[in-house]
């Protein structure tokens, strides 16, 4: 398995808190990724890092901000959490723009 | 935009029986395609990639693919299905134009009985 770490695996937090998620790669690679799982939905990309200090939105971005200040770490930030972010957070990472995806176990969020 | 569709939500068969599910996609540029699978309470692997050449692509544990360009479509097939292959299936598009961005489609649960 690929050296992809999310912390925490489960948090439960209260509506209006703001969450930070960590992905922690060993890879070095450069492209990172959050997307969250939900029921029906798939996985939807939230936003992704094509580089330290480059980020761009993807299709569910709103009330989610990211940061990557070094290769290795990527976080995602729900400034205010609501309820409707409860979901399953998955980070992964690929090498190359021909590459697959490796992905993180996820981290479970539930905002009540 | 791209978008992937899977056509079947849940799919139940027995053991030896052959597996087929639907992926459609809407682009009509060059892609790459995948298949992702999760077994339960794991993270997504990939089955499968198709980015040019042979449009029958194979893949680990016995999963094929093939890309049918003027159908848009990336079906996955498996002859004959164990338990073991009891997970959720995601079909995802990669176009090319799009850059680094993989779109999944909403998955397929799989159960297969023994």
């Known amino acids: 398995d690929a050296g992809i770490t999310q912390s925490p695996r489960h948090k439960v937090t209260e509506t209006g808190t703001p969450v930070t998620l960590r992905c922690h790669q060993t890879e070095n690679h450069r492209y990172m990724y959050w997307y969250r799982q939900d029921p029906g939905h798939g996985l939807r990309l939230i936003h992704y890092?094509?580089?330290?200090?480059?980020?761009d939105k993807g299709e569910v971005s709103d009330g989610y901000s990211v940061s990557r200040s070094k290769t290795e770490d990527f976080l995602l930030t729900l400034e205010s959490a609501t309820s409707s972010q409860t979901s399953v957070y998955f980070c992964?990472?690929?090498?190359?723009?021909?590459?697959?995806?490796?992905f993180g176990s996820g981290t479970q969020l539930s905002v009540l | 935009a791209q978008s992937v569709s899977q056509h079947n939500h849940h799919v139940i068969l027995s053991e030896a029986a052959s597996l087929e599910l639907g992926c459609n996609y809407s682009y009509g540029g060059t892609v790459n395609l995948f298949w992702y699978v999760q077994y339960p309470g794991q993270h997504l692997q990939l089955l499968l990639k198709y980015f040019s050449g042979d449009p029958l692509v194979k893949g680990i544990k016995g999963f094929e693919a093939e890309f049918i360009k003027s159908k848009f479509s990336f079906n996955l097939r498996k002859p004959s299905v164990q338990w073991s292959d009891t997970a959720e299936y995601f079909c995802a598009v990669n176009a090319r134009a799009a850059g680094n961005k993989l779109t999944f489609g909403g998955g397929t649960r799989v159960l297969v009985k023994p």
């Open positions: 890092s094509y580089g330290v200090k480059d980020t």
């Open positions: 992964a990472i690929k090498a190359a723009t021909n590459e697959k995806l490796f």
